[in-house]
Structure formats: C-alpha cells, structure tokens
C-alpha cells in the first residue's frame, strides 16, 4: 500500500553532513544536560512510598502541599493522577517511619484539611529494591543493544551493524536528555518505553538496510549513493504510514491514558520522532562512510562464476 509514490530519487546522501552534524549537536547537548541536571528518578528506582488519595471534588494540589510541609514532609511530589480528583503523592524513604505509620500520618493530616479525602492505595518501594531495579534495567538496556548489533551483523554486515546501533543509542541519549532537561520523572514504565523504541528503530533500519541490499543486486553500475538514495525513496512511503498509524495511536495514550501512561506515552513520542529521523538521516550516512559497497554486501554470491574446464582428447 502506498499513499504516494515518488518518481525521482530525493538526493538524501547529499544532506548527510548536515543530519549528521545536527545529530551531534543534539546527542551533546543531551549528555550536557545528563551530566548537568542528572535524571529525576521516580520511587521504583530511588525507593520511597506512593498514595493515592481522592477527592469527592477537584484537589487543590497547592494546599495538599502545604499540608504536607505542616507534617514535616517537604521533600515530596505532588499531582494530580488521572483525573481533577485524583492525586498521587510520592515519598522518598523516611526511614525513621514505617509504611504504615506514614500512611496514618498523611491520611490524618489530609482528612483535617478535607474531610472527603480518601486514601485509596499506598505502595513502597525500599532503596534496596530500587537499586536491584536499577543495575537491572541497565543491563536489560545493554543486552538488547548488543542483541540487536549481533543481529544486523548476521544479517546484513558489520558496517549496517554499528551504523544502526550508533543512530538507536543516538535515540536513547535524547529521550535521556529531554527527560534531564525538563527533569521529568524517570520510573520504569520510561525504561519500558526506551527499549520498546530501541526495538521499534531497528525495524525501520532493517527495513531500508534490506531495499539497499536489493539495489545493490538490481542496481548493478549505480554507486552507493545512489542505491541509498533510491532505497530511501521508495521506502518513503511506506514509513510514513507506519509512523503515522504509530504516532497517532501513541498520541491517544499521551492525551487521554492518564498520569500513568504520561511519561510511558511521551517517552515513545520523543523516540518516535527521532527514530524516523535516525534510521534515514543517521544511519545510512554513518554505513556508507564506513564503506558499505555491493562487494561486501553480497559475498560470494554474486562473483562471476569460473569457466568450466573442457576436457582434453587423449
């Protein structure tokens, strides 16, 4: 299926330096911004506690917080959750208080201020539980970038290989740095988020990868610009429609999911738009500077057979 079709080649390859040098910058600044501000880290890996607390009418967060403060819990995060009367308040560790003391201790202190509040679900997480969760999405985050390099390798060829892990970590490091720079909350269900886009960027890049791999059969005196280009182009509209229908259907889930998929939701928006982006614009560049050509493309395969020995009368 096709919304359109392109008749000559858009000379994409001829643009390389400048995606790639607006690649860079970006990629810099996200780690600046890393380095600079950090990540803020939500209870599930920094450990703390939970509630959920609602309202018979719409909370006001500003006095919630005050509230807060009265108790001598300042260092706590505030919003609303879901809907105007639904408010979710996260705790870091108070080691001097348990679980259920610090519950008791809100929920008096909530219901003095307003009568209808109503503690609906506490949950903790301890430090220790949390950096088990942390060492753990790291190295979930590692094996699926060495899985996926071991498979382009096999695939395609090592070149492709390091070219699409360069423009997928390219993706990770900005989601990272929009997270950093507006120092949204970092929990699991981001971490979630970036190894589904890192799944979800592969396949964009194996997409064109295979078409470049089907030019340099077909396109036999055509030069690896050109085979890019005209893999590029003919792929076009078929990414389109598919980060189209994507984009959309992550849109509704940021829009209309709630607080609970706000940050799931935006974190694949962001490695959406940048995946379109890097699989196209990053990747290909980065191959064909590498030296990516029909001959290692195609191996053996493709060599002119040897002519056949005539046998020799006695």
Known sequence: MELFRIKKDIPFMSYGRLTTSISLITFLLAIFFLLHRGLNYGVDFTGGTVMEVHYPAAANIEQIRQVMDGVGLKDVTVQNFGSSQDVLIRLPVKKELSIAQLSEKISGALKTADAGAEIRRVESVGSQVGEELYENGALALLLVCAG???YLALRFEWRFAVAAIIANMHDVIIILGFFAFFQWEFNLTVLA???AVLGYSVNESVVVFDRVRENFKKMRKASAVHVI??????????TIITHMMTQTMVC????FGGET???FSLALTIG???????????ACPIAMWLGVSRANLIGDSEKKPKEEEVPVAP
């Open 148 to 150: 996926i390099m071991g």
């Open 193 to 195: 988020a970036i190894l």
């Open 229 to 238: 280009d005209n893999a590029i182009t003919r792929t076009m509209s078929r």
């Open 252 to 255: 509704s889930m940021l829009f």
């Open 261 to 263: 998929l706000h940050n």
């Open 272 to 282: 959406i738009l940048f995946g379109i982006y890097s699989s196209v614009l990053v």
